[in-house]
């Protein structure tokens, strides 16, 4: 096992496991992404949540109903323990919000065994459609 993350498979697995962890909303399987000493940016601005409790909580403190987004990711580069990402978020209308589409690039940083130790990710949302 070695350190760093080393090809586009390997992210596109844990992107995967993301996505299941995302659509289950179980803390285990969101725990499971994560080192122990993690840190999660939601914005690249933040601190962030530090360490895989913190992840967790964060994650599942707002959890987004599995039926009203889809998500399409494409791995774009590894380097080292470095892996980026572009990912399109499409969630649906609801009583309460709009239809709305976010346009991402994930930062995330592997170990050799599968797990982020660091995810950031930058977002920014389409603008709604006029007309």
Do not use: K
């Not at 572009?86 to 065994?113: K, S």
């Amino acid at each position: 096992m070695t350190d760093t993350l080393t090809d586009l498979a390997a992210l596109d697995s844990w992107i995967d496991r993301y996505e299941r962890a995302w659509r289950s909303n179980d803390a285990g399987q969101v725990a499971d992404l994560f080192t122990e000493d993690a840190v999660y940016r939601w914005r690249p601005w933040e601190d962030g949540a530090v360490g895989r409790d913190a992840i967790v909580e964060g994650w599942l403190a707002q959890p987004d109903d599995p039926s009203t987004w889809a998500m399409e990711c494409d791995s774009l580069a590894v380097e080292g323990d470095l892996g980026v990402a572009r990912c399109i978020v499409r969630y649906a209308a609801t009583r309460d919000r709009p239809a709305r589409t976010y346009h991402d690039l994930w930062l995330v940083r592997l170990t050799g065994d599968g797990r982020c130790r660091e995810f950031t990710e930058h977002f920014m949302e389409e603008p709604a459609a006029t007309g």
